[in-house]
């Protein structure tokens, strides 16, 4: 009877640490989703300045000078604040794969991104970016027997018909805009790549770790590229353009991709690329905002295909339907 009493009297105590722990785990995970929005509006307005970027710098150079200086600027932050911690020592073979795959893989994203801005519409590129989530739930594992295999590539399926309903005048009318939107589509799978790699390397190095080590690297491996860009066509120096680049460097780089490096570290690949969704209509905004471009109905359908995909891809269905109606197996 002493040990059950003592038993009841601790259970009140028990059952406030665990209400605390769930409301500090909820907490977490809602400053995680914050963090990941901010990301994706901040990249927005990087996007839209990247447009005006490449209408006036070569591509690849634009993409060179954005990490390099990004890269530069939080290695400094790094030795000469405590804003981020401190740095995680870096082994022989984590140098290694910061080369083959997280700065590799920026590297030939950010040349692909760049030509797609620089052959279409920003908000076709945008809305490339929000198929995103599909390609990395596709990713996640091979097709199977059982409703989640469906589920994941009816959403791959619904994403594909968005993708073909901005195709499908290209391809009526095949021009120099087609080539823009392969490579927009390109980016896309690129994209998820780049957040697996990132994922990979978030076992050992914090989100800002994996980003100052990237973009430097990143940078170094654009710059030969760079070089042969420049023999034939030199930078236009003003002022606004220069102000442009220094928010996609501080802005577009440093925060935001530090910001989404964190939440890759805590959330599966599929489950941050989810605000992924989101990329679209924040671009489209300030797209039509600084640059008026026009928001065509086909840009509404082609989001309602691929928005619906994702929402079938990362629902928990079995959770509102039950697994009576839809078993996991």
Not at 61 to 73: E, I, M, S, V
Not at 128 to 143: K, N
Request: glycine fraction near 8%; proline fraction near 4%.
């Amino acid at each position: 009877m002493k040990k059950a009493s003592r038993e009841n009297k601790f259970a009140p105590t028990a059952c406030l640490v665990l209400e605390f722990e769930r409301v500090e785990r909820k907490s977490h995970h809602s400053a995680i989703a914050s963090d990941l929005l901010l990301a994706v509006i901040l990249w927005g307005a990087n996007n839209v300045g990247v447009k005006v970027l490449v209408g006036f710098w070569p591509p690849i150079t634009t993409g060179c000078t954005r990490f390099l200086g990004a890269g530069l600027l939080m290695l400094a932050l790094f030795r000469w604040t405590k804003w981020f911690g401190g740095q995680t020592p870096l082994t022989a073979e984590m140098k290694r794969l910061l080369w083959v795959r997280s700065g590799l893989s920026l590297a030939v994203y950010i040349v692909v991104f760049n030509w797609a801005l620089k052959l279409t519409e920003l908000s076709h590129v945008a809305l490339y970016l929000g198929a995103a989530p599909v390609w990395a739930l596709l990713w996640e594992g091979p097709p199977e027997k059982n409703w989640k295999s469906l589920q994941r590539y009816g959403a791959a399926a619904l994403a594909f018909c968005g993708v073909l309903i901005l195709f499908l005048p290209m391809l009526r009318r095949p021009s120099s805009g087609l080539l823009g939107e392969i490579l927009g589509l390109a980016c896309s799978v690129l994209w998820t790549n780049f957040g697996r790699q990132c994922r990979s390397l978030g076992r050992e190095l914090s989100g800002m770790e994996i980003s100052a080590h990237t973009f430097w690297r990143a940078a170094l491996l654009l710059a030969p590229f760079s070089v042969v860009e420049l023999v034939n066509k030199i930078i236009l120096w003003r002022t606004d353009l220069a102000l442009v680049q220094l928010y996609c460097i501080v802005g577009g780089s440093v925060v935001a991709f530090a910001l989404w490096n964190h939440g890759l570290r805590h959330w599966k690949t599929s489950q941050v690329y989810l605000f992924n969704n989101l990329i679209p209509l924040s671009n489209m905004a300030w797209a039509n905002v600084c640059l008026g471009e026009p928001v065509t109905t086909r840009f509404w359908i082609s989001m309602l295909f691929i928005a619906s995909g994702v929402l079938l891809g990362q629902a928990n269905w079995q959770r509102i339907f039950g697994v009576r109606w839809l078993p996991f197996d």
